[in-house]
């Protein structure tokens, strides 16, 4: 399949999507929300893929959403549309696990993208901000909510009062990102991570990539007894029973992903 606004490849088991509007600084425009969701349509879909990495360019993982598309815009037409809904169910939904890898640039709707990932690995270039206040408006993809359970009120609240960029390193120390590597070694990285987690039972990867996100939408109680539900089930898989028979009989397991 081709796309207009990203490249996408597989490296073995691992799926790996690059932002790829150069010219403006990887905007998401409606196209890059098209074709990023039959990217991770396909992904899901795709039995030989088991994570997926989604980066963007040196300078920017993306510069926010596309603001020459939004200019002439009015309420009436974002409230029809709708807008920005279409990144819940084109990427959120995915079900298999992925990785943002983020160099550079990655502002508003460029940072929002960066949060729907599983988790986010920084290069020290990377830069991250909500500065749509700085346009007369405010996060539109998620920014306020998940900025703020990742950060902490204080600092989501500073970022979005004031639009100012958050560096990799404090962005590591709030809990943003989960690492910063060189800006030379973030591809490799990301690649080797999203290897070794393709490498695990890959149910048992949707299941616990489902159970760490139940964390953010309920209470402890519920929480942790849809946990235990959740590994019940896992329980049934022939993958425990290969997962625990290979590991009492020092091999490491075969797969058969269910
Ligand atoms: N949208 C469209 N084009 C962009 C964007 C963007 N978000 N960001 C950069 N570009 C374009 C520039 O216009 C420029 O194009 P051209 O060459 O045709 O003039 C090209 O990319 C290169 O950009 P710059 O020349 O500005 O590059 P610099 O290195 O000088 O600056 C910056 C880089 C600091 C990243 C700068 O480009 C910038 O500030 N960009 C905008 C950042 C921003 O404000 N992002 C938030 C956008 S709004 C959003 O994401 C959510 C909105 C929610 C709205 C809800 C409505 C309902």
Known sequence: MTYETILVEQRDAVTLITLNRPQALNALNGQVLTDLSAAFAAYDADPTQHCAVL???????????????????????????????????????????????????????????????????????????????????????????RLTRAVGKAKAMEMCLTGRMMGAEEAERSGLVSRVVAAADLLDDALKTAAAIAAMPPMAAMVNKEMVNIAFETGLAQGLLTERRMFQILTATQDKKEGMTAFVEKRPGVWKGR
Not at 66 to 87: N, P, R
Not at 99 to 107: P, R, S
């Open 55 to 145: 980066t963007g360019s040196e300078k920017a993982f993306a510069a926010g959403a596309d603001i020459k598309e939004m200019v002439e815009k009015e309420a009436a037409d974002f409230f029809l549309q709708d807008f920005f809904s279409g990144w819940q169910t084109g990427v959120v939904a995915t079900r298999k696990p992925w990785i943002a890898a983020v160099a550079g640039f990655a502002l508003g709707g460029g940072c929002e993208l960066a949060m729907m990932a599983d988790f986010i690995i920084a290069a020290d270039t990377a830069k991250f901000g909500q500065p749509e206040i700085k346009l007369g408006v405010a996060p539109g993809m998620g920014g306020s909510q």
